[in-house]
């Protein structure tokens, strides 16, 4: 295992999907484990993402770009994704990063942002990486993020380390 600090206290109680809520704008929201014929709703879904929500690079900015981006997490990570009807609110993955842990990443698209559906996505990812014998999980996020820390923590995310700009936080998994 990479140098990586975990929490010494494993975090668990999470929900493994399908999940079902109401946001705060009063949507049904189902997040659901990706299923093979997802794709396409996926890639919709990030072709039409605002550039100013992108981090670090991702999501990807072209359709091929996307695509590619998309064969490698679904093929080797964990994946689960928030419907409303038929259209994809969000999507958060956790991708092995060679070191028997997992990189967690979260999008949830703009006109479904500040509604409850992040949190509810990451405790739904976690309840089904959980289920698949993902113990360690770690993230970075931008210092400036004072939202997206806030909802990582109140998940159960410890800071374990910094960058310049970045934070990292980790959590183990029962």
Do not use: C, K
């Not at 991702?58 to 996307?66: A, G, H, K, N, V």
């Not at 990063?97 to 990443?105: I, K, Q």
């Not at 990451?122 to 360690?136: F, K, M, N, P």
């Amino acid at each position: 295992m990479s140098d990586r600090i975990y929490p010494d206290e494993a975090a668990s109680g999470f929900p493994e999907p399908p999940v079902e809520f109401e946001d705060r704008e009063g949507r049904t929201i189902e997040v659901r484990a990706y299923e093979s014929g997802d794709e396409e709703a996926l890639v919709e879904m990030y072709d039409a993402f605002d550039p100013a929500d992108r981090a670090q690079g991702i999501p990807p900015s072209t359709e091929e770009r996307i695509r590619d981006w998309l064969e490698l997490i679904v093929d080797e990570g964990h994946n689960v994704i928030a419907w409303h009807d038929d259209a994809v609110a969000g999507h958060a993955t956790l991708v092995p990063d060679g070191a028997e842990a997992y990189e967690l990443a979260i999008f949830v698209t703009q006109e479904y942002q500040r509604a409850g559906i992040g949190g509810r996505l990451i405790r739904a990812l976690l309840g089904y990486g959980a289920s698949q014998d993902v113990q360690h999980v770690w993230l970075t996020v931008e210092r400036w993020n004072r939202a997206a820390v806030a909802l990582y923590e109140d998940v159960g995310f410890e800071r374990s380390g910094t960058e310049s700009f970045e934070l990292e936080m980790s959590l183990r998994l029962d």
